[in-house]
């Protein structure tokens, strides 16, 4: 990575004295967030995204519930450390790739909190060979949609403020399935 460098890593004297567990393998963690995009002279902008106000985001360390280059940064730390980190495309959601480009029967869209009529810039699921995935609508026909499979964030160069709020040992359950359970985890 080549960002970890530069990035920042700063230790919370405040610290919860409750857990001093280091993020590794199998553990459940929670981490509040800022991300924004970071434009081709190497600056960030406006936020974009982020969990502060709301729960934060919970994964399971090792099994990729996060992007790469995040999960690397986040190795060790414990919680109150603070880090931001800039990740190039091929650390976060990878580079665009063209063969993403695609045109579909409209029928074959299934829509998401309930639209029914496609429109550019929806975003719509799609039963493939490989499971179902979720697609970005880039223009609408009377019968076919041309639509791009990959991730909206994929090409971008993205700068995170992370802060670790939580890190517990993961359960028999959660490291069997992969991720996280109950509160601010996957419900089954």
Known sequence: MTDLENSEDTRDSGRSSHTDEQITANKAVSFHYRLSYVDSEGNHGDWSEQSYGNEPKYYLHGFHNVIVGLEKALEGKRVGDKIEITLKPEEAYGERDPEGLRRLPIKHLRFLR???????????????????????ILKVGKFNVDVDFNHPLAGRTLYYEVEVVSVRDASEEEIAHGHVHGAGGHGH
């Open 114 to 136: 309930g639209g029914k009529k496609p429109k550019p810039g929806m975003i719509a699921g799609v039963e493939t060979n490989q499971g179902k995935h979720s697609v970005i």
